[in-house]
């Protein structure tokens, strides 16, 4: 800011502006806190000022403060060291100094400490005062809605990170079998949750595959689905045995998470295509809908304990596919856990199916299925869903 120079006195009326400002001046001198009050009343800024003569009595003042008119020669807090103690406590309030004709780079250098302006005592009337502070809050809300603009645009950044960890690509050369995957974000701004899925082909014939839902929404959460699935990507490689990897998965789970009441659940699938079966284990998690011959129903699991709670192997249920042409659909809850319109009744895994079991639905392309159940969900929930959605849909033949 360069020096001010004397204007000519001018009024500006409060209906200028419409929003009051709450003032604070910090001067120890009463001559110029007079100075200051009388300055602002001959303009008639639309300002509620009150004056603390110290820091210590200015931290016990801020509170509803937009803005803080500090000399930089308080007795308990001098120059530059003082405005960086009163700005570890304007929080949101913006701040202009006062300095003399002969500490002017002062003003410059307060700046660059993060003060919005600086104001040469003596050189300036009431409107350039009043316009001062009203650009130094203005300026500082610009500065805060930047800072907020940058925040997101991190956490977007952040969010595409963790996606790829999250929702990779299949690892798979088999053509035998088709596999659609889909997520939603149930957060604002689209951040992730923990949901995360996987396909990982071992040999010609063994497809091995994994949804998973880690408790709670956040970057935390979506770290440890991403550092799950990468263990269970991992461990199905190195070829540990199918009973032992969501042992091994839970121990991962277990070392990593923030705090002990962090859980997960899984649904994990080993297909045999050459056998045409499947073994499948659940861990608290909702079971697979088989989609065969147009109809759809749960496959008859058995479930074991979600991961995290209390170290249990997931019993595994053998299922037997009949005929070359199904299909089976994992999901977390959140495709679930909306309501159905009547009362609070949620949709569940029996909503599920009878959305399946709709004409409409056999129409639909493999590929858009889980797109089309997302959309009728929401439907019946009367708006977006809660939760984040994550889905695999594995076809053999084709149709179902």
Same mark, same amino acid.
């Given at each position: 800011?360069?020096?001010?120079?004397?204007?000519?006195?001018?009024?500006?009326?409060?209906?200028?502006?419409r929003?009051?400002?709450?003032?604070?001046?910090v001067?120890?001198d009463?001559?110029?806190?007079?100075?200051?009050?009388?300055l602002?009343?001959?303009?008639?800024?639309?300002?509620?000022l009150?004056?603390a003569?110290?820091l210590?009595?200015?931290?016990?003042?801020?509170?509803g403060?937009?803005?803080v008119?500090?000399?930089?020669g308080?007795p308990?807090?001098?120059?530059?060291?003082?405005?960086?103690?009163l700005?570890?406590?304007?929080?949101? &309030? #913006?701040?202009? !100094?006062?300095?003399g004709?002969?500490?002017?780079? @002062?003003?410059? %250098?307060? +700046? /660059?400490?993060?003060?919005?302006?600086?104001?040469?005592?003596?050189?300036v009337?009431?409107v350039?005062?009043?316009?001062a502070?009203?650009?130094?809050?203005e300026r500082k809300?610009?500065?805060?809605?930047?800072?907020?603009?940058?925040?997101?645009?991190?956490?977007?950044?952040?969010?595409?990170?963790?996606?790829?960890?999250?929702?990779?690509?299949?690892l798979?050369?088999?053509?035998?079998?088709a596999?659609h995957?889909?997520?939603r974000?149930?957060?604002?701004m689209?951040?992730?949750g923990?949901?995360?899925?996987?396909?990982?082909?071992?040999g010609?014939?063994?497809?091995h595959?994994?949804?998973?839902?880690?408790?709670?929404?956040g970057?935390?959460e &979506? #770290?440890l689905? !991403?550092?799950?699935?990468?263990?269970?990507?991992? @461990?199905v490689? %190195?070829g +540990? /045995?199918d009973?032992?990897i969501?042992?091994?998965?839970?121990?991962?789970?277990?070392?990593?998470?923030?705090?002990r009441?962090?859980f997960a659940?899984?649904?994990?699938?080993?297909?045999?295509?050459?056998?045409?079966?499947?073994?499948?284990?659940?861990?608290?998690?909702?079971?697979?809908?088989l989609?065969?011959?147009g109809?759809a129903?749960?496959?008859a699991?058995?479930?074991?304990?979600?991961?995290?709670?209390?170290?249990?192997?997931?019993?595994?249920?053998?299922?037997?596919?009949?005929g070359?042409d199904w299909?089976?659909?994992?999901?977390?809850?959140?495709?679930?856990?909306g309501?159905t319109?009547a009362?609070?009744?949620?949709?569940?895994?029996?909503?599920?199916?009878?959305?399946?079991?709709?004409p409409?639905?056999?129409?639909v392309?493999? %590929?858009?299925?889980?797109?089309?159940?997302?959309?009728?969900?929401?439907?019946?929930?009367g708006?977006?869903?809660?939760?984040?959605v994550?889905?695999?849909?594995?076809?053999?033949?084709?149709?179902?």
């Amino acid at each position: 800011m360069t020096e001010r120079s004397v204007a000519p006195r001018a009024r500006i009326g409060a209906s200028a502006y419409r929003e009051r400002l709450r003032v604070l001046l910090v001067e120890d001198d009463e001559g110029d806190a007079f100075l200051v009050r009388e300055l602002l009343s001959e303009a008639e800024a639309p300002f509620d000022l009150t004056v603390a003569s110290s820091l210590r009595e200015a931290a016990a003042m801020m509170r509803g403060v937009q803005c803080v008119l500090l000399d930089l020669g308080l007795p308990d807090a001098e120059g530059i060291d003082g405005l960086r103690k009163l700005l570890a406590l304007a929080g949101s &309030a #913006a701040v202009c !100094v006062l300095t003399g004709r002969s500490d002017e780079h @002062l003003g410059v %250098a307060a +700046v /660059a400490e993060g003060a919005q302006d600086y104001l040469v005592k003596g050189q300036v009337d009431g409107v350039l005062l009043t316009r001062a502070l009203r650009y130094a809050v203005e300026r500082k809300r610009a500065d805060e809605n930047a800072q907020r603009l940058r925040e997101v645009e991190l956490r977007q950044a952040e969010s595409a990170r963790l996606e790829r960890g999250l929702l990779p690509q299949p690892l798979m050369q088999t053509t035998d079998v088709a596999v659609h995957t889909f997520y939603r974000s149930g957060r604002a701004m689209g951040l992730l949750g923990g949901d995360f899925f996987d396909v990982v082909q071992v040999g010609e014939d063994r497809l091995h595959v994994i949804v998973g839902d880690v408790c709670g929404h956040g970057v935390d959460e &979506a #770290a440890l689905g !991403v550092e799950l699935r990468v263990a269970w990507r991992a @461990l199905v490689l %190195a070829g +540990v /045995a199918d009973e032992q990897i969501l042992s091994s998965l839970e121990q991962v789970l277990m070392t990593e998470r923030r705090s002990r009441e962090v859980f997960a659940t899984v649904a994990s699938m080993v297909i045999d295509l050459a056998g045409n079966r499947a073994t499948v284990r659940l861990a608290g998690h909702p079971p697979p809908v088989l989609l065969a011959g147009g109809q759809a129903a749960p496959v008859a699991v058995k479930t074991g304990i979600v991961l995290g709670v209390r170290p249990k192997p997931a019993p595994p249920t053998e299922v037997k596919f009949a005929g070359d042409d199904w299909s089976v659909l994992l999901y977390t809850d959140g495709l679930i856990e909306g309501h159905t319109g009547a009362g609070n009744e949620r949709l569940d895994v029996d909503g599920l199916c009878d959305l399946l079991r709709e004409p409409a639905a056999g129409t639909v392309p493999l %590929a858009a299925l889980p797109a089309w159940l997302v959309g009728r969900a929401e439907q019946a929930n009367g708006g977006p869903l809660a939760d984040d959605v994550a889905m695999l849909l594995i076809s053999r033949g084709g149709g179902w």
